[in-house]
């Protein structure tokens, strides 16, 4: 008789890639998912610092593929507004 044994979850891996709305970098976002842990997570633009959100078990890893195009050199700052 065979027994299968069934993990408790099943861990993945969701890999996207992002334009930056403030700088125009270009990224790849790495981020593991468990199902029913899954958090808001915050990553960041690496040219810029701009935040951005996911959902995600931890703070995703990002790998930048295209820098800024604005020509600009400024961190990106959040306003009240």
Excluded: N, W
């Excluded at 408790?8 to 842990?37: M, N, Q, W």
């Excluded at 959100?53 to 700052?77: F, I, M, N, S, W």
């Amino acid at each position: 008789m065979k027994h299968s044994l069934e993990p408790a979850f099943t861990a993945g891996l969701s890999i996207f890639e992002k334009s930056c709305g403030y700088c125009g970098a270009r990224f790849r976002v790495l981020a593991s998912h468990v199902p029913d842990h899954d958090q808001p997570e915050d990553y960041a633009c690496p040219e810029c610092g701009k935040r951005y959100e996911t959902e995600a078990l931890q703070e995703p890893e990002v790998q930048l593929l295209h820098g800024r195009t604005d020509g600009k050199h400024d961190r990106y700052q959040e306003t009240m507004f």
